[in-house]
């Protein structure tokens, strides 16, 4: 049975009502915007859902109330003098505003020219250091791959950059690919090697094995600092 969705408008709250192949009812409020969702199983009559709502309707307020009065954290632009690290450079910003079009300039002595219109946001500055720090990546990653590919006797068919919440790298070790997330250019230089070096040795030894560290270690022996860096909770 598919899911199907309806408003039901208790106390001038809307509540999204979606039923759904389950057991009991589920009441929540989403802690973005307040708003309150209500998962029911198909064979509970809508009256039934209306109690239900009205007997949690303190809790409800209450959660609206919390998230209505939450601290909203203004959002700082980036500006003239910024620092933006890149492998272990810094470089420093300039923002210029009043062009048509976004553009993000490496000048000497380490400086960079930001150009933007006058409605680009933070969004428009992240995504003008987004494009460059893959363009850094996409310089610094080919070295690095001619450099450990022969020491260690294997050979990736493949990589790219993209973003990653949760990890450094990846690798898929039957197309031989590798993934190095996106956040490794404001890294020291050390750390985007640690990671290449890593993600080659799951080429040799799928897990993290003492053969893997001991791949890991012959190879870059100094691979404790970067990890550090880059996973300071780490007890590698
Ligand atoms: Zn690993």
Not at 33 to 58: E, M, Q, T, W
Not at 192 to 208: F, I, N
Request: glycine share 4%.
């Amino acid at each position: 049975m598919k899911n199907r969705t309806s408003t039901l408008l208790i106390d001038d709250i809307p509540i999204a009502i979606t039923r759904r192949k389950m057991k009991s009812l589920r009441l929540r409020v989403c802690p973005q915007k307040g708003d309150v969702k209500v998962s029911a199983p198909h064979f509970v009559a809508r009256g039934d859902i209306h109690a239900f709502v009205v007997k949690n309707l303190d809790w409800v307020r209450s959660q609206r109330a919390e998230i209505a009065n939450r601290e909203v954290v203004p959002v700082r632009l980036m500006q003239t003098g910024d620092s933006i690290p890149l492998l272990g450079q810094t470089f420093r910003l300039h923002v210029e505003g009043g062009v048509s079009r976004p553009s993000l300039k490496c000048l000497a002595d380490n400086q960079l020219l930001m150009r933007l219109p006058v409605s680009a946001g933070l969004v428009e500055q992240q995504q003008l250091i987004d494009t460059w720090y893959r363009d850094q990546l996409k310089l610094a990653v080919p070295p690095l791959l001619e450099r450990y590919e022969p020491i260690m006797g294997v050979a990736v068919k493949q990589w790219g950059i993209k973003k990653m919440k949760t990890r450094w790298g990846s690798c898929n070790i039957t197309a031989r690919r590798i993934w190095l997330n996106l956040d490794l250019a404001s890294k020291p230089a050390q750390c985007l090697e640690y990671v290449v070096v890593h993600e080659l040795a799951h080429l040799l030894e799928s897990g993290h094995t003492p053969r893997f560290w001991a791949i890991v270690d012959k190879t870059m022996p100094t691979w404790r600092a970067a990890n550090l860096i880059l996973n300071p909770r780490s007890r590698k």
